[in-house]
């Protein structure tokens, strides 16, 4: 018999959501469109048409939502902030009903005992700063800085976790590379300029809250193992860009002051000189890094644009509905390499889960409460939090784990046809019922981890 599995004093359990994908109700109380708003209203976009208008409608069931996540057990909640609901035009004007309602939320996790880790940007950029040129103007580093700090002043100390960006990999290669993601631009030479920007923005913050905040910040990556298909040469070195073009383009920068020299084969001609002096911005202390782990990925050289690397399909494995195989010995060999390669930061893994074919919620158990049976994401969650504690053991200082997703909700161009939710939610009347793996989660918490 193994023996149960032992998580450090103070290893936090919680979950994680982003505004844009559970609030609904975008344009209430005076906020302001994003660029989300109008990808989803723009025909074409999302499937089925799919907008963010009503989503989880968490806007209006915030406080419903917080009793669910106590009832669950969370010690903390990652959630983030529409930027465009503070700031409607993105600078300026505070919208104080906007900002009214995450203080609101943030008393109501602290008076259930849960911990807030607030995200400041998950991906919904203000219209109105699209307009003046979004993350390809320079501009915007200042604008970002100006946002974060109104949300400083207004809660640290009732926050002491705060989150700059979600991911600037999938804003930049989703949203200016190939187009599927707002803003929906498709250019390689736009691409470079909006991540080196957003992660400009992403210094400013830090620098910012160094001035005004006395709690911790960190930045948000999605990073995936890269393994090569063979080990012809082709496919080591396509393996090597595609895991410099995922998993050190931001790293690098944030932690290391520099871009891994791989980019310059994956942008040629359309990667700029940079000034020297935005690496001493981009490089901040950061107190964490949060790492949002999915899957890992087999690589092999083709003629993909223009990363010219591409994952394989493995025929044995077991996959996600989004296609990502279930991997979690790849969590394991990267918390390894994040600490050989930028040190003792502390982690948080603030996203990780499947998004996986659920039965509708139309049973109902013994105790005539709903139920949803989700036997392949509990197996997805119990051999991920085991792999995080196969690093841990390896001497990783990783200090908790945010399960994607709460609820079912949008899954941005994908509309509602994925479902990520430990909570399922009915979308035509918002009846919220715990699936299998909540409730098996919620033992996993209560026990610490032994349960697992
Ligand atoms: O796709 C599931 C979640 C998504 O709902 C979150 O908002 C976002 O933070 C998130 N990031 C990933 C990481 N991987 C990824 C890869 C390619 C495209 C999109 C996401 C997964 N997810």
């Not at 919680?14 to 505004?19: E, L, S, V």
């Not at 344009?27 to 469109?33: C, T």
């Not at 012809?232 to 998993?247: F, K, L, P, W």
């Not at 950061?286 to 993909?304: C, H, K, M, P, Q």
């Amino acid at each position: 018999m193994s023996q149960a599995p032992v998580f450090p004093d103070g290893f936090l359990w919680g979950a994680a959501t982003a505004a844009h994908q559970i609030e609904g109700s975008p344009l209430a109380d005076g906020a302001g469109p994003s660029i989300w708003t109008r990808f989803a209203h723009t025909p074409g976009m999302t499937l089925n048409g799919d907008t963010g208008d009503v989503a989880c409608d968490h806007y209006r069931r915030w406080k419903d939502d917080v009793k669910l996540m106590r009832d669950l057990g969370l010690q903390a909640y990652r959630f983030s902030v529409a930027w465009a609901r503070v700031l409607p035009e993105g600078t300026g004007r505070i919208n104080q009903a906007g900002l009214d309602f995450y203080s609101r939320l943030v008393d109501e996790l602290l008076a259930n005992g849960i911990e807030p880790l607030l995200t400041l940007y998950h991906w919904d950029l203000p219209a109105a700063l699209d307009d003046r040129g979004g993350w390809l103007n320079r501009d915007s580093a200042d604008w970002f800085a100006e946002y974060a700090s109104v949300m400083y002043k207004a809660l640290d100390g009732r926050v002491k976790k705060w989150v700059t960006l979600n991911e600037p990999w999938v804003i930049t290669d989703g949203g200016y590379l190939h187009g599927a993601l707002a803003p929906g631009h498709r250019s390689l030479f736009e691409a470079p300029i909006a991540s080196h920007n957003l992660m400009r923005a992403h210094g400013a913050a830090v620098r910012a809250y160094r001035e005004i905040g006395a709690h911790e910040i960190g930045l948000v990556v999605n990073i995936e193992p890269k393994y090569a298909a063979s080990d012809s040469e082709a496919d080591r070195v396509a393996t090597r860009r595609a895991h410099a073009y995922m998993n050190e383009q931001y790293l690098h920068p944030a932690l290391l002051g520099r871009y891994p020299e791989e980019l310059e084969d994956v942008f040629g001609a359309a990667w700029p000189e940079w000034p020297k002096q935005d690496f001493e911005l981009i490089r901040q202390k950061l107190d964490f890094v949060g790492i949002n782990y999915y899957t890992r990925g087999v690589t092999e050289a083709n003629d993909s644009y223009p990363l010219k690397a591409g994952s394989v399909r493995q025929p044995l494995a077991t996959y996600s509905e989004t296609g990502w195989e279930f991997y979690p010995k790849g969590l394991t060999d990267l918390l390894v390499w994040f600490k050989q390669t930028y040190g003792d930061t502390p982690v948080y893994i603030t996203e990780n889960g499947a998004a996986m074919y659920d039965p509708p919620a139309a049973e109902v158990d013994a105790d005539g409460r709903g139920r949803v049976r989700d036997p392949l994401r509990t197996a997805y969650l119990r051999q991920h939090i085991g792999a995080i504690h196969d690093a841990i053991q390896a001497g990783v200082d990783v200090r908790g784990y945010m399960l994607w997703s709460l609820l079912d909700n949008l899954e941005w161009s994908l509309g509602y046809s994925k479902r990520f939710g430990m909570v399922h939610v009915n979308y035509a009347t918002q009846q919220r019922t715990p699936k299998d793996s909540a409730h098996w989660y919620s033992g996993v918490i209560r026990s610490h981890g032994r349960s697992l």
